[in-house]
């Protein structure tokens, strides 16, 4: 669903209450009776209100809805998406709209800008747009839960994003800088780089390698599991470092260490220039991304989760820069023994006390399941060997090849990729 903000600078302030009316009304509400709207939007009755929701009818909003009672008023996703970007734009979080960057079964990613005109991106959740295959074999479910799930659980998606990326954050790991969150949205510092799916090759292999298995396993010391580890959610940052006398490549970054490596993996570029100029030595910086699925190191599934992540990586990196890393591992048990160590915080903990409730984690963690949301490295998984296919140069434009995801979940796919079975009735995280 595409963010359209063509509307906004002709809302009426009595529009926008009217439009607050309505997301009030839908807590209690499937459907909004009309005359909760105006008396929730306190505005006197009459024509007013009435124009009021017809204008925000007329740019869908509100979507009008006859039920067999009543009649009433549904808030749409573009309506929710309105009100959130007015909150940011009220904080200043958000000045203008820009580019969409990325389309995700369960979001949209656009540039926007700051009103200093420093850009960021704006994460839109949106959990209910889910196949129709799934949508059908839960509707049970979602019909049993309360009115507006979508819109709810997407709020939730939000929370959690931007509630572990601030923990991440504030204990310096290269993850975005959260600068808000409204609903379903959130709003954190632009990357300028690339999803590590779109980048076909890397001067050293064996650095970033173990500077990823580096990460999942400084993550675990926090007592976290990403969930989702895998090239599409890690993002390569090339910095340029200081010039380098040509003979310094550092091509021997530790194999699969497992020991937490430098933080930078510091490579000098292939040039495939034949003059004699100095070589450039630039950095990749590996950036995460993506939080939705983090789970504790005590999650029933933590090991499933842990595993998955690591194996991620490797296939990735068998498949895509033929590197095969001589050690095994590494291996949960290995990443349980360091929790907590080094004066590493249980951010785990840290994040369900700081409003991102066990019982909200427990809300969202059932309802991906439900609709069969397992993250993009389920996919990836379930593409096959299509090395070749999607490779592009470090220029390319980001395509959104995320998209992909709805081919493989409609051929069951991603089903394969489930976790077990055995814990699922008391899921904690
Ligand atoms: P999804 O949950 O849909 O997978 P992601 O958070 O992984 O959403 O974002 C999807 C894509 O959008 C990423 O693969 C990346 O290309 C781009 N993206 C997301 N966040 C940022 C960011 N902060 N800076 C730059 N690009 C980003
Ligand atoms: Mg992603």
Excluded at 17 to 39: D, F, Y
Excluded at 65 to 88: E, F, P, W
Excluded at 160 to 182: C, G, H, I, T, W
């Amino acid at each position: 669903m595409k963010l359209d903000t063509r509307a906004i600078r002709y809302l009426t302030a009595e529009d926008w209450r009217v439009l607050v009316a309505v997301e009030m009304g839908s807590k209690n509400h499937e459907v909004v009776p009309t005359p909760l709207i105006a008396q929730i939007s306190g505005l006197r009755g009459g024509s007013g209100v009435h124009k009021s929701i017809s204008n925000l009818a007329k740019v869908n909003l509100i979507g009008k809805v006859k039920n067999a009672k009543y009649d009433g008023y549904r808030l749409t996703y573009g309506g929710l998406d309105y009100l959130a970007l007015n909150t940011h734009r009220k904080s200043s979080a958000i000045y203008s709209v820009g580019n969409q960057i990325g389309v995700g079964k369960e979001s949209d990613i656009y540039v926007v800008a700051s009103n200093s005109g420093v850009q960021r991106v704006l994460k839109i959740h949106r959990l209910g747009r889910i196949s129709f295959r799934s949508v059908k074999a839960n509707r049970d479910y979602l019909r049993n839960r309360s009115s507006g799930s979508w819109m709810y659980m997407s709020r939730l998606a939000a929370l959690k994003e931007y509630a572990f990326m601030k923990a991440l954050k504030d204990n310096d790991f290269p993850v975005p800088e959260p600068v808000a969150q409204s609903r379903h949205t959130v709003v954190m510092s632009l990357i300028d780089a690339f999803p590590l799916r779109q980048i076909s090759e890397v001067p050293d292999p064996a650095g970033l390698y173990a500077e990823l298995l580096a990460m999942i396993m400084r993550l675990a010391r926090y007592g976290l599991i990403h969930g989702d580890f895998n090239e599409f959610n890690i993002l390569v940052k090339e910095e340029a470092a200081t010039e380098a006398p040509a003979d310094t490549s550092a091509t021997s970054q530790a194999d699969a260490g497992t020991a937490d490596a430098s933080k930078e993996s510091s490579i000098s570029a292939e040039e495939t220039s034949t003059t004699d100029a100095p070589q450039r030595q630039i950095n990749l910086v590996p950036i995460l991304i993506d939080f939705p699925q983090m789970v504790s190191i005590d999650h029933p599934n933590a090991a499933y989760y842990f595993d998955r992540d690591v194996a991620c990586v490797k296939r990735f990196f068998e498949r895509r820069f033929h590197f095969t890393s001589d050690e095994p591992g590494p291996f949960f048990s290995d990443a349980i023994k360091d929790v907590g160590k080094d004066g590493a915080r249980r951010l785990d903990v840290e994040v369900e006390a700081s409003g991102f409730s066990r019982k909200m984690a427990k809300e969202l963690e059932s309802y991906m399941k439900e609709v069969g949301i397992d993250g993009d490295g389920a996919v990836a998984d379930g593409e096959g060997s299509d090395d070749e296919e999607e490779q592009v140069s470090h220029d390319a434009i980001n395509d959104g090849s995320d998209r992909t995801e709805d081919d493989a979940r409609e051929d069951g796919t991603i089903d394969a990729q489930k976790p077990p079975s055995a814990a699922d009735d008391d899921l904690v995280s």
